[in-house]
């Protein structure tokens, strides 16, 4: 069993900035990739920010230049730091990661999600 859990969100005004923590736990072999999706009510979700093992990074075209993604490989854990935050920024955020729980099987995990609600 493999569990993400988020942590960081809240309420920001524009242009503030917040930290997004994600730690994987549980039957884990590896992660290779992990990343950051978010979703609006009634919008499609999106990728945000993906890392490779390698520290390797892509953005979303909306965030690149405010928002940093990062990891740290030993604790299994993944950041998203926010900078510059709009009120378009608004959305559930979800961590993503690609675990192989053995070295036959490696799949896509997901956390609950935090909200990030940005407003005056």
């Known amino acids: 069993q493999v569990q993400l859990v988020e942590s960081g969100g809240g309420l920001v005004q524009p242009g503030g900035s917040l930290r997004l923590s994600c730690a994987a736990s549980g039957i884990i072999f590896s992660i290779n990739a992990m990343g950051w999706y978010r979703q609006a009510p009634g919008k499609q979700r999106e990728l945000v920010a993906h890392?490779?093992?390698?520290?390797?990074?892509n953005y979303a075209e909306s965030v690149k230049g405010r928002f940093t993604i990062s990891r740290v490989n030993a604790k299994n854990t993944v950041y998203l730091q926010m900078n510059s935050l709009k009120p378009e920024d608004t959305a559930v955020y979800y961590c993503n990661a690609h675990v192989a729980v053995n070295r036959g099987f490696s799949d896509d995990y997901w956390g609950q999600g935090t909200q990030v609600t940005v407003s005056s």
């Open positions: 890392i490779t093992r390698g520290g390797s990074t």
